[in-house]
T-cell receptor, first 114, second 117 residues
Framework: AQSVTQPDIHITVSEGASLELRCNYS??????LFWYVQSPGQGLQLLLK??????LVQGIKGFEAEFKRSQSSFNLRKPSVHWSDAAEYFC????????????FGTGTRLQVFP | GAVVSQHPSRVICKSGTSVKIECRSL??????MFWYRQFPKQSLMLMAT?????????EQGVEKDKFLINHASLTLSTLTVTSAHPEDSSFYIC?????????????FGQGTRLTVV
């Protein structure tokens, strides 16, 4: 069965510092991978996605992610964090059964200190 | 991007009553919508897949009779929490895909905070 693991429940960084949020997946084939961000009490906004091709994916708000098949990882990065980036971040994988379902990781809560 | 609107954003109801949550795709037709439940500080758990013109497909462990899903049109899916109890209090989120865009991304509603007192 597919699964997504986000090892870090909570991360705290200083504003201006670099950021890397980890995501590992379990999947039988080339996965569809997504990163979403959720502000408190809000829905989810797509940051970026990977389907195929270039393994380094650029997203909105200065985020990028790199698909590494050998490590089954899709880590999210940002070179310089802004206070407005404080939110919950979810990694997700598209389901194998062609139902368009998404399977989410447990999320990583990002705090940004000034 | 496509817009999914969810209503209401917050609702408080008495135990034993029913609550209906609407999910609308505003600028595209969604043959399939998804309903998720999110407990505080936890991830999204898929409850069911809502298919236009047919019965919803529920995930294992989700009570069909408690969480009624209706997808009567290509732009509207509703989730009704019947005979609500305090343990049903949660954040409910819907999502939809635009089939014309292929398998790209799911667009999420802003969520509904349900509190059962």
């Amino acid at each position: 069965a597919q699964s997504v693991t986000q090892p870090d429940i909570h991360i705290t960084v200083s504003e201006g510092a670099s950021l890397e949020l980890r995501c590992n997946y379990s999947y039988g084939a080339t996965p569809y991978l997504f990163w979403y961000v959720q502000s408190p009490g809000q829905g989810l906004q797509l940051l970026l996605k990977y389907f195929s091709g270039d393994t380094l994916v650029q997203g909105i708000k200065g985020f990028e992610a790199e698909f590494k098949r050998s490590q089954s990882s899709f880590n999210l990065r940002k070179p310089s964090v802004h206070w407005s980036d404080a939110a919950e971040y979810f990694c997700a994988v598209g389901a194998l059964d062609n139902t368009d379902k998404l399977i989410f990781g447990t999320g990583t809560r990002l705090q940004v200190f000034p | 991007g496509a817009v999914v609107s969810q209503h209401p954003s917050r609702v408080i109801c008495k135990s034993g009553t029913s609550v209906k949550i609407e999910c609308r795709s505003l600028d595209f037709q969604a043959t399939t919508m998804f309903w998720y439940r999110q407990f505080p500080k936890q991830s999204l758990m898929l409850m069911a897949t809502s298919n236009e013109g047919s019965k919803a497909t529920y995930e294992q462990g989700v009570e069909k009779d408690k969480f009624l899903i209706n997808h009567a049109s290509l732009t509207l899916s509703t989730l009704t929490v019947t005979s609500a109890h305090p343990e049903d209090s949660s954040f409910y989120i819907c999502s939809a895909r635009d089939p014309l865009l292929g398998y790209t991304e799911a667009f999420f509603g802003q969520g509904t905070r349900l509190t059962v007192v």
